[in-house]
């Protein structure tokens, strides 16, 4: 198994962190592992992305041209990644940040609506987790105990209290991401 994943949206949409909770999560199940991030120099409002490989074999190279999977979070991603999604794979997309919605026919193409979901949840800031579960359902590539135990070993001692919650807008995500036809 090998996965090649690319998170991309603004910086404060907790991608690097999304990222980092996946790369650790596959530290935990004794994967080969990268994590690769890519920002500007504007940590909040500016575009932010990030590069996981999860693999069962050691990995050449934590640069790539192509990916199994993609999440994207705003429209300058979409625009920039679409094309960058290997024929087959996955592009995940949150309905809120995109205006023209991917058109490939020779991917699978999912929609999750994780900013309404964080709002119903009345907290922002587990965006990034709803969208993880969204991944988890489609791509499951690491478990979902894992993840908790990336969870504990990326948030500061002092948010730990924050897991359970973070726990809720994983499964929320794995509810209510859903196939979009496109063929």
Aim: neutral net charge; hydrophobic residues 40%; without cysteine.
């Amino acid at each position: 198994m090998k996965e090649e994943i690319l998170i991309s949206g603004f910086g404060g949409q907790g991608v690097l962190s999304m990222g980092k909770i996946l790369a650790y999560s596959g530290l935990m199940e004794g994967k080969e592992v990268t994590w690769m991030p890519a920002y500007g120099p504007e940590q909040r409002g500016g575009t932010a992305n990030v590069t996981v490989i999860i693999s069962d074999e050691k990995i050449s190279s934590p640069i790539l041209s192509s990916y199994d999977t993609a999440i994207i979070l705003n429209q300058p991603s979409l625009d920039k990644f679409e094309s960058k999604v290997k024929k087959g794979g996955v592009l995940i997309y949150d309905g809120y940040g995109i205006i023209n919605p991917p058109t490939r026919t020779d991917i699978s193409i999912y929609q999750i609506d994780a900013m309404d979901a964080a709002n119903e949840m009345k907290n922002s800031k587990v965006f990034n987790m709803i969208v993880l579960g969204g991944l988890l359902k489609i791509r499951p590539v690491v478990t979902l105990d894992n993840v908790k135990r990336g969870l504990e070993k990326t948030l500061p001692a002092r948010h730990h209290n924050l897991i359970p919650v973070n726990e809720q807008a994983i499964l929320k995500g794995m509810e209510i991401i859903k196939e979009v036809e496109n063929k």
